[in-house]
Nanobody, 124 residues
Framework: QVHLVESGGGLVQAGGSLRLSCTAS????????MGWFRQAPGKEREFVATIRWSGGSTYYADLVKGRFTISRDNAKNTVYLQMNTLKPEDTAVYYCARCSYSRVCSVVGEYDYWGQGTQVTISS
């Protein structure tokens, strides 16, 4: 069993920054790609960013490319999402998830464990 806990969400003004963290339990974390997704009210969960198990490869959704950065520290079992130049349309619940594979993953169905989510609200 893998347990994921997100933190770092909050309310910020447009143009501001937030850094989300996701801490995982279990050794399996280190062999798996990890990802961040988000879900706004009334919308489907959408892919945000993913990082390979080694941290050597990342992939982003076009909507966040150049503004968000995903990273990981396997020694701390933690994945981060640095979010800069935030926009009101970034408002959503952000979820951390573990991919079933070691390569980068961008599809919901490739993820087998999910955190409970952290709310990010961007005011205009």
């Amino acid at each position: 069993q893998v347990h994921l806990v997100e933190s770092g969400g909050g309310l910020v003004q447009a143009g501001g920054s937030l850094r989300l963290s996701c801490t995982a339990s279990g050794r399996a974390f280190r062999n798996n790609a990890m990802g961040w997704f988000r879900q706004a009210p009334g919308k489907e969960r959408e892919f945000v960013a993913t990082i390979r198990w080694s941290g050597g490869s990342t992939y982003y959704a076009d909507l966040v490319k150049g503004r968000f950065t995903i990273s990981r520290d396997n020694a701390k079992n933690t994945v981060y999402l640095q979010m800069n130049t935030l926009k009101p349309e970034d408002t959503a619940v952000y979820y951390c998830a573990r991919c079933s594979y070691s390569r980068v993953c961008s599809v919901v169905g490739e993820y087998d464990y999910w955190g409970q989510g952290t709310q990010v609200t961007i005011s205009s």
